[in-house]
C-alpha cells in the first residue's frame, strides 16, 4: 500500500464515457480521503485534469468488436503487459478498470497474479447477462467487486456466479440536459394528421453503423413522405463520422440538419416527435428524454457468426430494464424501411403505441432511479473493498 501521505488509485480507462465515470469517482474517493490525490494508469482528458499522466493514448484500446480487436491484437497483448507491469510495481491502494472488458480485464487478471494484494474494483458490468456468461465466474477470481449501471446486472452477477456487485445508477439518468429534455417532452403534444413532425435520424457513432444503416434510414424517411408524413429531420452526429453523414445525406430528397454537440443533441431530443436510431446507448438516452423510437443493427459478418453465442431475450436497454418490450427491434434481414415506416408512424401520433412507450420509458425511470449520485455509491463500495483488504490481506484468510 502506498501509506498515509497519498491516496494512491491505479486506473484503466479506454473510451471517453469511462475516462468521465472514473474522474467523477476518484474525485469523490479523493474528496473523502481529505489527503492529496496520485494517479497511475490509462485515461483520457478528464482523469488527465486529476493529475494522471496515461500510460499511452486511451483510444489505442478504445476498440468495439472482435473484428477491431483481433486486428490490434500484437499491439494490444503488449500494452496489456506492461501496464499490469506498472500498476503491480507501484503498488496502489486500489485498481479500478472501466469498461473496455477485452482490454481491461486482462490487466486485472494480471495485476492480480503480479500483486495479489492490490483490491480491483470494475466499474460497467461486462454484458455477462447477454453473452458468454462463463466470464461472470471468471471474473470472481480477479476482480473483487462491479460497480454496476444497470438495475439488472448485480442480481444478474449473483446468479451467474460473478463477484460481488453494487448498482451504483447510470451517469444519463442524472444528466442536467436529459432531465430538461424529457421536461420539454413532458409538455408536448402528439402531432395530428397533416402536421409536420420533427423526426431523429441517429445512425449511429461509429462509420460500419453509419455506412449499414445510413442507407435504410434513408429508404425509411421516404417511405414515410411517401404516405404523406411531413418531417423535419435532425441528425445528431459526432465529428469523426460527420464527413461520412454529410456526403451520405448530401442527395437525400429532404436532407436532415446536422447536430454536433451534447447540448444541441439534448435540445432535440426535447423537440422531437420520434426518433429512428441505431441500436445503443442512444435508445436509452431516448426512452430517458421520453421520445418514442424504433431500434435498428445490422452487424457484420464476424457479429452474425456470434449470434448463436447471444442469451439474452432483447439487445435495447430500455426493454432489459423495464423486463418487457417496449422498444421495437429490427435487425439485419429486418431492418425493412416499408415496415419501420408504418411503425414510426404509431409513434408519431397519438396512439396505443406511442402511449404504452411513454408509459414503459416512466417504467425505466423509476427503475434506474437512485438517492444519490453514481460516484458517491461508487465511492463508498470501493471505499468498503478497500478496507476489507487491509483488514484481510489476501493469502491472510
Known amino acids: 500500500m502506498s501509506g498515509e501521505e497519498s491516496l494512491h488509485v491505479a486506473v484503466v480507462a479506454g473510451e471517453e464515457s469511462g475516462d468521465l465515470l472514473g474522474a467523477d469517482l476518484v474525485s469523490e ?11 497511475t494508469g490509462v485515461g483520457g482528458p478528464h482523469l488527465a485534469q486529476l493529475g494522471l499522466n496515461s500510460l499511452f493514448d486511451p483510444t489505442e484500446i478504445a476498440l468495439m468488436g472482435l473484428s477491431a480487436v483481433l486486428a490490434r491484437l500484437p499491439s494490444l ?44 474494483i470494475h466499474y460497467v458490468c461486462p454484458s455477462v447477462w447477454a453473452w458468454r456468461p462463463q466470464r461472470a465466474v471468471r471474473m470472481a477470481a480477479y476482480v473483487d467487486h462491479v460497480l454496476c449501471l444497470l438495475p439488472f446486472e448485480a442480481d444478474a452477477l ?18 442536467p440536459m436529459l432531465i430538461a429534455a424529457a421536461a ?15 423526426l431523429l435520424v441517429l445512425p449511429g457513432s461509429r462509420r460500419s453503423e453509419v455506412r449499414r444503416l445510413i442507407g435504410p434510414f434513408r429508404e425509411t424517411v421516404e417511405e414515410l413522405e411517401n404516405r404523406g408524413q411531413a418531417l423535419r429531420l435532425l441528425l445528431p452526429t459526432v465529428a469523426h463520422v460527420r464527413p461520412l453523414v454529410e456526403a451520405a445525406i448530401a442527395n437525400w430528397r429532404n436532407r436532415p440538419e446536422l447536430i ?3 447540448e444541441a443533441k439534448y435540445r ?10 441505431a441500436s445503443g446507448t442512444v435508445s436509452l438516452e431516448l426512452a430517458l428524454a421520453g421520445v418514442p423510437l424504433v431500434a435498428c443493427y445490422k452487424a457484420d459478418t464476424v457479429g452474425k457468426a456470434l449470434y448463436p ?5 432483447s439487445a435495447s436497454l430500455p426493454n432489459l430494464i ?27 401520433a397519438e396512439t396505443p403505441e406511442r402511449r404504452g412507450q411513454l408509459e414503459g420509458f416512466a417504467r425505466v425511470r423509476d427503475r434506474m432511479a437512485t438517492e444519490r449520485p453514481a460516484g458517491a455509491i461508487g465511492a463508498d463500495a470501493v471505499q468498503a473493498v478497500i478496507a476489507k483488504t487491509k483488514t484481510a490481506p489476501r493469502g491472510a484468510v
Do not use: M, N
Not at 270 to 275: Q, T
Not at 309 to 313: K, R, S, Y
Open 309 to 313: 453465442l447471444i442469451t439474452t431475450w
Open 260 to 262: 454536433l454537440g451534447s
Open 77 to 120: 497483448v503488449r500494452k496489456i503487459g506492461s501496464t499490469a507491469r506498472t500498476i503491480a510495481e507501484t503498488r496502489p491502494d486500489c485498481l479500478i478498470t472501466i469498461d473496455s472488458p477485452d482490454f481491461s480485464l486482462r490487466v486485472a487478471r494480471k495485476v492480480r497474479a503480479l500483486a495479489p494484494e492490490i483490491p480491483i
Open 268 to 277: 432535440a431530443f426535447g423537440e422531437a416527435d420520434a426518433a429512428l436510431a
Open 158 to 175: 449473483a446468479r451467474l456466479k460473478g463477484p460481488p456487485a453494487t448498482y451504483v445508477g447510470h451517469r444519463l439518468a442524472h444528466d
Open 29 to 39: 474517493l479523493a474528496r473523502r480521503a481529505g489527503r492529496s490525490l496520485r494517479l
Open 184 to 198: 420539454r417532452q413532458a409538455q408536448r403534444a402528439p402531432k395530428a394528421t397533416g402536421e409536420t413532425a420533427t
Open 322 to 348: 423495464a423486463d418487457y418490450p417496449v422498444v421495437p427491434e429490427y435487425y439485419d434481414y429486418f431492418v425493412r424501411p416499408r415496415l419501420i415506416a408504418r411503425q414510426l408512424e404509431r409513434l408519431i
